[in-house]
């Protein structure tokens, strides 16, 4: 049974910074997409950045250059970095695994951004 445990989430300041990790456990290939997902309370849920095993990514084009995804596949674990926040960052954030052609996500995480 795959599961996936997010962290890192909290409340910052705008500007501020914060990285979110998710690690997956379970039976994984090797092969598999992990990434971010987010969803700001009365909006759909959207792409924020993926990532596959062998370091292919795609991001939202409205966050390319603030934000970097990057994994540590040994440890099956997927980091989304976040700098210079802003308020709209503020979303509940999903990781997600894609492998073996089933599709997993984690139970999300609060990001608030405030002053």
């Known amino acids: 049974q795959v599961q996936l445990v997010e962290s890192g989430g909290g409340l910052v300041q705008p500007g501020g910074s914060l990285r979110l990790s998710c690690a997956a456990s379970g039976n994984i290939l090797y092969y598999n997409l992990m990434g971010w997902y987010r969803q700001a309370s009365g909006k759909q849920r959207e792409l924020v950045a993926v990532?596959?095993?062998?370091?292919?990514?795609n991001f939202a084009d409205s966050l390319r250059g603030r934000f970097t995804i990057s994994r540590d596949n040994a440890k099956n674990t997927v980091y989304l970095q976040m700098n210079e926040l802003k308020s709209e960052d503020t979303a509940v954030y999903y990781c997600r695994l894609v492998v073996s052609g089933l599709d997993y996500w984690g139970n999300g995480i609060l990001v608030t951004v405030s002053s």
């Open positions: 990532i596959t095993s062998g370091g292919d990514t």
